[in-house]
T-cell receptor
């Protein structure tokens, strides 16, 4: 069965902290994605990766960075968390180029105070 | 650029009512179209998809037909159940684009007994 896991379901951090959100998939997928989900805005793509050590900016990369050292793991990093980064963060993965379906993790609800 | 527009919610229906959630898209070329569903507290799951014009996607009693002439992919179900209460997202991926999906803002559905 397809599985995408995220390190935390809920996270509370203070303004200015460095925050790591981890995502792991066990399907040997090449592509991995980070989205944020906000009411009334839907899902917006932050970053994606199509191979180990490869990354591409999405629609809203400002204030975020990513790391993909191993194929199964894709990390989202908030270098200095701010209150406007309070959101639901969703990780997804998909197989090779040309495969359209994405598989999502359960999400991490991050609150920055 | 490519985009998806969905009807705004929330939509409230009685059990066994007929459901339609409208989705229209703007895209160059011939995108693939998707409906994803997000149940409370969970990540997104693929509900159905259609990869070319006139295709009909179906799953769990839900259907959507890819209409190129009206650039639409409306979601329908003949008789909704309380368990269908969720947020529904329309999404597209242009076949020659990058790797990510473009999502609509989501439509919340509440089905009452």
């Amino acid at each position: 069965d397809v599985k995408v896991t995220q390190s935390s379901r809920y996270l509370v951090k203070r303004t200015g902290e460095k925050v790591f959100l981890e995502c792991v998939q066990d399907m040997d997928h090449e592509n991995m994605f980070w989205y944020r989900q906000d009411p009334g805005l839907g899902l917006r793509l932050i970053y994606f990766s199509y191979d180990v050590k490869m990354k591409e900016k999405g629609d809203i990369p400002e204030g975020y960075s990513v790391s993909r050292e191993k194929k199964e793991r894709f990390s989202l990093i908030l270098e200095s968390a701010s209150t406007n980064q309070t959101s639901m963060y969703l990780c997804a993965s998909s197989p090779q180029v040309g495969w359209y379906e994405q598989y999502f993790g359960p999400g991490t609800r991050l609150t920055v105070t | 650029g490519d985009s998806v527009t969905q009807m705004e919610g929330p939509v409230t229906l009685s059990e066994e009512a007929f459901l339609t959630i409208n989705c229209t898209y703007t895209a160059t070329g011939y995108p693939s179209l998707f409906w994803y569903v997000q149940y409370p507290g969970e990540g997104l799951q693929l509900l159905l998809k259609a990869t070319k014009a006139d295709d009909k996607g179906s799953n769990k009693g839900f259907e959507a037909t890819y209409r190129k002439e009206t650039t639409s992919f409306h979601l329908e179900k003949g008789s909704v159940q309380v368990s269908d209460s969720a947020v529904y997202f329309c999404a597209l991926r242009w076949s020659n684009s990058g790797y990510a999906l473009n999502f609509g803002k989501g439509t919340s559905l509440l089905v009452t007994p």
